[in-house]
Nanobody, 123 residues
């Protein structure tokens, strides 16, 4: 079992930056692919970014490409999402998740999920 806890969300203005963290416990994440997803009110959960277990492959949703960067520190058992040039459309609960090794965009293959952290971007 892996427990995931997100942090770093908050209320910001359009154009601001935030860095989200996802701290893992229970097992090392070094064997896991990791992903960030988000869910806005009344909308389906959607893929944001993913990274493979050794950090050599990253995937991004088109809507965040060039603005968000996913990274991981296996020594700290932590996943990050650096978000820049935030837009009101980025407002959502952001969740991290892990799966076996590869960077995957489909949420169906993820095994463990955090509870999420709220990001609100005002215009």
């Amino acid at each position: 079992q892996v427990q995931l806890v997100e942090s770093g969300g908050g209320l910001v203005q359009a154009g601001d930056s935030l860095r989200l963290s996802c701290a893992a416990s229970g097992r090392t994440i070094s064997d896991y692919g990791m992903g960030w997803f988000r869910q806005a009110p009344g909308k389906e959960r959607e893929f944001v970014a993913a990274i493979n277990w050794i950090g050599t492959i990253r995937k991004y949703a088109d809507s965040v490409k060039g603005r968000f960067t996913i990274s991981r520190d296996n020594a700290k058992n932590t996943l990050y999402l650096q978000m820049t040039s935030l837009e009101p459309g980025d407002t959502a609960v952001y969740l991290c998740a892990c799966r076996s090794r590869i960077a995957e965009t489909s949420e169906d293959s993820y095994l463990y999920w955090g509870q999420g952290t709220q990001v609100t971007v005002s215009s």
